[in-house]
């Protein structure tokens, strides 16, 4: 996902708070910490348990994913559409050579903030905030610092590591530091 608008970003104690979060996550990225992906996972459990993503869409609102091209072939298949007219119609390449949204918000996001094509969705989509993915410490550059000002899940993840370990200092980290009493499905929770 890229080209998003900061909604946090709304006063100054916001501000501060962003900072202190993305110097955190910098400085985790450095550090050798044993079962960070285990209490990562743990608390993105615990963020959809709180966290309604029907409640916000706020990536497909203001956000674009990265389509590839085995999601161009399948959305543009299931739509009825050829590869090059849902590219035509609805994608730009960017400077890196990725295809994105040409428009916010995305075509796909129906009023009721559900996906349209929610089964065939791209994988970018999917796996979004990537706070489940394996391994945390390889999104923290490209993704988790950006997204604690745009998705409510990733800012819960990181300030509950930053209480974790900085507030509380833990060095041997794991899920169990988290008190998670069921177990929700990865990405979009709908
Ligand atoms: S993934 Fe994050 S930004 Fe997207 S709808 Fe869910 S909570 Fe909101
Ligand atoms: S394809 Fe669906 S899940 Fe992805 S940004 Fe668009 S509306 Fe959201």
Known sequence: MSKPI???RKSNKNKKRVKTLATFLRGLSR?????????AMA???EAFKKIDCLDCAHCCK????????????RISKHLGM??????GKYLYK????D???????CQHLRKDNKCAIYPVRPKDCSEFPHTQNREFKAYIASTHIQNIEYCP??????ERMHQLIIEQGKKNLSAADVKVKQAVPVGYPY
């Not at 203001?62 to 072939?73: G, L, W």
């Not at 050829?82 to 590219?87: H, L, W």
């Open 31 to 39: 550090r050798k910490l044993r079962g960070l992906d285990g209490l």
């Open 62 to 73: 203001v956000m674009t994913p990265t389509f590839k091209p085995a999601d161009i072939k």
């Open 6 to 8: 900061r909604y946090l």
């Open 99 to 105: 295809w994105m949204n040409t428009k916010t918000p």
């Open 94 to 97: 960017d400077e890196t050579g």
């Open 82 to 87: 050829t590869y090059q007219e849902y590219q």
């Open 153 to 158: 899940a990733t800012l819960h993840v990181v």
């Open 43 to 45: 608390l993105h459990k």
